[in-house]
């Protein structure tokens, strides 16, 4: 193979790890976005917690209780 189809090739080559570097930035981004916007549509049907030990609820910890500690989504079924 002589110099230029050898610079070529190489330059093919950094083409398609290129293309894959971006193909796999957008889809973390995809990734991102459906985590958030499940995230939001979980906080917009789920109901607040009636207590923390409360199950497929939320809850606002800045809110709720004393107003301190963590928020949550609780997802179990049972306690």
């Given amino acids: 193979m002589n110099q230029k189809n ?3 090739a190489n330059y093919r080559h950094q ?3 290129d293309n894959r570097k971006d193909l796999a930035a957008r889809a973390l981004v995809v990734i991102a976005l459906m985590f958030a916007l499940g995230t939001a ?3 917009a049907t ?3 917690c009636a207590t923390e030990d409360s199950t ?3 809850w606002n910890a ?3 209780g004393n107003g ?3 928020s949550l989504i609780n ?5």
């Fill in 15 to 17: 083409q398609k790890i």
């Fill in 75 to 79: 997802l179990s079924l049972t306690n």
């Fill in 46 to 48: 789920l109901p607040q």
């Fill in 41 to 43: 549509y979980l906080l």
């Fill in 6 to 8: 050898h610079a070529v």
């Fill in 56 to 58: 497929m609820c939320y």
């Fill in 62 to 64: 800045q809110t709720q």
């Fill in 68 to 70: 301190q500690g963590n």
